[in-house]
């Protein structure tokens, strides 16, 4: 049986590194995934990303990334590209180096068939819990290519009649009502 994870990195106490979070709680309000898709907040792994990745057949990054074009720029990555030297991820002292993640993955035969990085381009990021406007309207088109993505593969998520409030526990606002 096949096997799919969405994974979202990113540290949600900086701004728009907390876009991949973001994105993966509109996911979880707005759509429901068939059993074998599973959703996982890994947050800021560094190494730890290994066994994130493994024992899956499809993987689908949520992150924010350095990348060409204004900040709210939407990129996909294939495993190719994040393999490619020169690619700019892994650039600070929490990002996961997913280059070298799945280069040893690889080496140890328990890399992902696929592998696609949806990458948001970031406008702010200082110390804060709330997402620039430019990331946060790029959330949509990010959560289109998801939902299309994982079609192209068959795992077809259903939106919800009603959806729900995502959950994003960690906003400013949230916390002060609390």
Known sequence: MKKIRILSLGNILVSDDGAG???????QAHWEF???VELIDAGTPGFDLLPLIEDVNHIIILDAVKG???AGSVHCFSREDILAVGL???SGPHDPNLRSVLFEAELRGIAPDKVMLVGMVPSDTSVGTELSEAVKAAVA?????????LASF????QRRETPLE???WWNKEVIENA
């Open 154 to 157: 068959g795992a077809k998520a």
């Open 88 to 90: 700019p991820v892994g």
């Open 21 to 27: 979070p973001y994105l993966l709680a509109v996911l």
């Open 34 to 36: 068939p059993k074998y």
């Open 68 to 70: 060409p074009g204004s």
């Open 166 to 168: 995502p959950e994003m």
């Open 141 to 149: 088109v990010a959560e289109r290519i998801v939902i299309d993505y």
